[in-house]
């Protein structure tokens, strides 16, 4: 799993790109809860076709406001979502579309196991800091 936790900026944006996914080891579920444009979401796409990665989870996309969307982007977005391996987070889920296969919804059961353990993992990691 490789979960994206970086502000934007010109050395982020599109951090995720043909380049990072071709380079990628292992198959791992990607999940963006950053910003939307930290991965590039046709080289997403191209890496869950080859079969570069296992799966995505998106809690933003790199345009928010689905109405402004262009038909580039709309059918980018809808092939993403047509994937089985593919999720968004419930706030752009609801935005966009139910889920509703049975395939989505036990990955996104277990998308959402992982990523609890993730942040209990983290959140133990973290020392807090003592009031002075």
Known sequence: MISFHVPLTSETERMADNSFFSGLKKKPIIINSSRGKIIDLEALATGLEKGLVSG??????????????????KQLLDHLLSMP?????????????????????????????L?????????SMIKPKRAR
């Open 56 to 73: 995505a989870c998106l809690d933003v996309l790199p345009n928010e406001k689905l109405a402004s969307y262009s038909d580039k982007e």
């Open 85 to 113: 391996q593919v999720l968004n987070d419930k706030l752009v889920g609801d935005k966009v579309r139910n889920i509703t296969s049975a395939e989505n919804k036990l990955f996104y059961t277990q998308y959402y196991t």
């Open 115 to 123: 990523l609890t353990q993730a942040v209990n993992m983290t959140n």
